[in-house]
């Protein structure tokens, strides 16, 4: 936000913040998912953290502790503050997980994950009262399913992780 702007906010803080929302809202009167992208354009650490969480590469906890200490080192955002205050501040981490789902569900929207697909495997017991065969489900994931997934909505992260550099593929 500019200096202009923020200066003429008033208000405490959860006015400010309503006044900000609208703001981002009545700049694209059009557009529905308004604060998503208020998000994409806020930080783009705060995106790539909640990324590297919603994807298992990072844990709610060190996601938590990133955001902390982007705050100690002054980065000013609203994303990484909230980030950094889950969880009473890095008090009680096995809260975090928990607070940062119900962040996302509520103001990312993130993209649904593709459906798994089952498949019934026989599995064989040999002892106990439940010897014999039995059909067990079992849930996956096909990879070109996923990566179909991340390619189009996550495509940084798929060009990292899954593609790589550009001249990665030769030198293999």
Known sequence: MSGSTHTQLKGGRLQRKRQRDELAQSSDPLSSDAPARAFRSVSLL???LLEEFHFV???????????????IDGIDNDVLNKLASFGSNG???NKVAGEIEKYMETYI?????????GHEIPLKICKGP???????????????VWFAFMYAHFRSIYEL?????ADALPEF
Do not use: D, E
């Not at 590469?57 to 705050?71: D, N, R, T, W």
């Not at 992780?161 to 550099?165: N, Y």
């Open 91 to 93: 008090k009680y981490p």
């Open 46 to 48: 705060a995106r790539w």
């Open 57 to 71: 590469f990072l844990s709610a906890a060190q996601v938590q502790f990133a955001a902390q200490l982007a705050s």
């Open 161 to 165: 992780r899954i593609r790589g550099a």
């Open 130 to 144: 439940m010897t014999g065969y039995h059909l067990m489900q079992q849930y996956y994931n096909l990879p070109h």
């Open 109 to 117: 929207k993130p993209a649904p994950a593709p459906k798994p697909q």
